[in-house]
């Protein structure tokens, strides 16, 4: 019954989910301490929900515009279902942002495959990733993807190798303005980010060690068979997936260097995790198999999500 609802794109699915998003969000928000009781935590409440909607959408346009799933709703429906893992998402503005940002940037890099325009997408790219490292500092880390796609597809071309030193000095430059104009302690706040911290002693309550756990046989049981099945793909598609790959692992290195550690961090995964989850479900013959794995994924989404009200 699930596989028939979302293995079609239509404008019923993505009213669904649309829906879906706005229920969920607000039953955290009155469930949570802080609330909403002024008209600055309406306007806050408003900006969370809305890089919420671009985050859950544009990764079902990256998947489309790249051809990397097939012509189905399971990448947004797992993206929204990551979500509910880690409610407190819903009210970390900068997390948000950060993850909306190497959207952004993931966007450009896979449709370097086309090898059109690649500097411009190159730059594009690069910008959104420093521009991501401001609200969250180890976000950099996705910089080494900009390289492995330029490995990929244009190393032959040395220019490319130095356009990512052009956004950098963009990004800076415009920061150090905005120091010296708006808020002069933030080179400073930003630089205190730069601290790496390896404890994994960052859990409140037991329930958030569960909701961390089941995420974490979810990267297993979906990543390492997508790993070995790359070379099965179409010959034009395995670089991206790849990429999808690395985007992965990346996203689980930020979550385990970065300070004052939270499970929501794992964010950056959401993506890359929806895109090899749908591979995985499109590429199972076996329909009973496909609906016990989007059961179990609802079921533990929603009992992640309600057991950290």
Not at 80 to 94: A, D, G, M, S, V
Not at 220 to 236: H, Q
Not at 237 to 244: C, N, P
Request: with cysteine; hydrophobic share 55%; net charge positive.
């Amino acid at each position: 019954m699930i596989t028939s609802i979302f293995k079609k794109s239509t404008p019923i699915n993505y009213s669904l989910m649309g829906i879906l998003m706005l229920l969920f969000f607000f039953i955290y928000q009155f469930s949570s301490t802080t609330g909403i009781h002024s008209f600055a935590d309406v306007l806050k409440t408003s900006g969370l929900l809305g890089v919420l909607y671009a985050s859950l959408f544009f990764s079902n346009f990256i998947v489309k515009k790249n051809g990397l799933t097939k012509d189905s709703s399971y990448t947004i429906l797992f993206y929204f279902i990551f979500l509910l893992f880690f409610p407190k998402i819903f009210n970390n503005i900068n997390l948000l942002l950060a993850n909306f940002f190497i959207l952004l940037s993931m966007r450009r890099l896979f449709s370097l495959q086309t090898l059109k325009a690649p500097k411009e997408k190159i730059f594009d790219a690069s910008l959104w990733i420093f521009v991501a490292s401001l609200f969250h500092f180890w976000a950099i880390i996705f910089l080494v993807l900009v390289y492995i796609s330029i490995i990929f597809h244009v190393s032959r071309d040395y220019r490319n190798w130095l356009i990512p030193f052009v956004a950098a000095f963009v990004v800076a430059t415009l920061f150090v303005l905005y120091d010296l104009i708006l808020d002069k302690a933030a080179i400073n706040n930003y630089l205190q980010t730069e601290v790496m911290n390896y404890n994994l002693d960052y859990f409140t309550n037991q329930l958030q060690n569960i909701a961390f756990s089941i995420f974490a046989v979810f990267l297993v049981f979906f990543i390492f068979p997508f790993a070995f099945s790359i070379n099965n793909k179409p010959l034009n598609l395995q670089a991206s997936y790849k990429k999808v790959l690395f985007a992965a692992l990346f996203g689980i290195i930020i979550f385990l260097i970065s300070t004052n550690k939270s499970s929501e961090m794992l964010v950056f995964t959401f993506l890359p995790m929806a895109i090899i989850a749908t591979s995985t479900i499109e590429y199972l013959q076996n329909k009973m198999q496909q609906e016990i794995i989007l059961f179990v994924s609802i079921a533990c989404g929603l009992f992640c999500f309600f057991s950290q009200l």
